[in-house]
């Protein structure tokens, strides 16, 4: 920020060795060539300053913020707060992926996904429910809490054959996770390139995955 430009712009915050805090710009003006006058108020004790500065103090100046310009994007700005107020959506809703999927949970899934599940330190649990019970949605429950968290980047489902394709519809369907399914055609496909490593979210059958000959493949 040099003196040249012949003053700074209101609203912007400046910091330097010389000012006592950062200092918020009400205006900025030369007195002739070497000096300069500074105007604003303290960040931190809201005390407004006036201030004699050289043109070496000047060139020292690091701005620590923009003034408001509302130059921005409309939809991009929108996008950006969407995206952090998502990311700490679960701090203030405890069940935030409940409302952020297409489900309606029964009493039991939402027990032992959020009394007994996600409190743990280190989450290593096996849901046994009997079949109808809801292990899916309880499983895709887990998996959308953690990735809001980020504590989850990449995810491998493995399942009865049979399965596949209603866990894949589901994770879609219900939590819009999409899954990638990876099998005998899939890796042929790839021409010896290891598909593991290029979808971060894949789903593949048990009988599949024990092949040694597939899942290390180079």
Not at 36 to 53: A, H, K
Not at 60 to 84: H, K, N, Y
Request: proline residues 5%; neutral net charge; glycine residues 6%.
């Amino acid at each position: 920020m040099s003196a040249e430009t012949g003053k700074l712009a209101k609203g912007v915050t400046v910091k330097g060795s010389f000012l006592p805090e950062p200092v918020r710009v009400l205006s900025f003006s030369p007195i002739n060539e070497q000096i300069f006058r500074l105007i604003g108020i303290g960040s931190d004790s809201q005390q407004t300053y006036s201030l004699l500065l050289t043109a070496e103090q000047v060139e020292q100046l690091i701005s620590t913020s923009r003034g408001w310009d509302f130059s921005g994007d409309a939809e991009t700005v929108f996008l950006t707060i969407e995206a952090v107020r998502v990311r700490n959506a679960y701090l203030f809703d405890p069940i935030c992926a409940v409302h952020a999927a297409q489900i309606v949970p029964l009493p039991h899934q939402l027990d032992a996904v959020y009394h007994f599940i996600l409190p743990q330190t280190r989450i290593r649990f096996l849901l046994a429910d009997d079949p109808g019970a809801g292990k899916t949605i309880m499983a895709g429950l887990v998996l959308k809490e953690l990735k809001m968290r980020g504590l989850v980047k990449r995810t491998l489902i493995v399942v009865p054959g049979h399965l596949q394709d209603q866990w894949q519809r589901e994770m879609k369907e219900k939590f819009g996770e999409h899954f990638v399914r990876v099998d005998r055609g899939i890796i042929n496909a790839y021409q010896g390139r290891n598909v593991w490593r290029y979808h971060s979210q894949v789903i593949t059958s048990i009988d599949f995955a024990k092949q040694e000959e597939w899942v290390l493949s180079p």
